[in-house]
């Protein structure tokens, strides 16, 4: 069985960072994607893909609304990702989910295939 476990989750400070970790297990892929998407609060929020990573070729991918603040590590043998927030920003305030799949490549995938449940980041002073 698949199963994605994120921790890090909490409040923050604007300007502040956090550390938000995947742990992957049970896959039997070769190479794979992790993603890394967040849903804001409230109605009619969609779950956006913010951050991706190969373990292919180690190779990263952001959405602009992210780029330059957070940054996308992985330990292979322990199949753990980190997505390290810096400079948070109200708008970060979200649930953080990451996200399991094949890695085709050269892009991110548009789908994965399995999820973590996700852990909740708010930005506040």
């Known amino acids: 069985e698949v199963q994605l476990v994120e921790s890090g989750g909490g409040l923050v400070q604007p300007g502040g960072s956090l550390r938000l970790s995947c742990a992957a297990s049970?896959?039997?892929?070769?190479?794979?994607?992790i993603g890394w998407f967040r849903q804001a609060p409230g109605p009619g929020k969609t779950r956006d893909l913010i951050s991706c990573i190969s373990s292919s070729d180690g190779s990263t991918w952001y959405a602009d609304s992210v780029k330059g603040r957070f940054t996308l590590s992985s330990d292979n043998a322990q199949n753990t990702v980190s997505l390290q927030m810096s400079r948070s920003e109200f708008e970060d305030t979200a649930t953080y989910y990451c996200?399991?799949?094949?890695?085709?490549?050269?892009?991110?995938?548009?789908?994965?295939?399995?999820w973590g449940q996700g852990t909740r980041v708010t930005v506040s002073s």
């Open positions: 996200a399991l799949t094949r890695w085709v490549g050269p892009t991110c995938p548009d789908q994965f295939e399995y």
């Open positions: 049970g896959f039997t892929f070769e190479t794979y994607a």
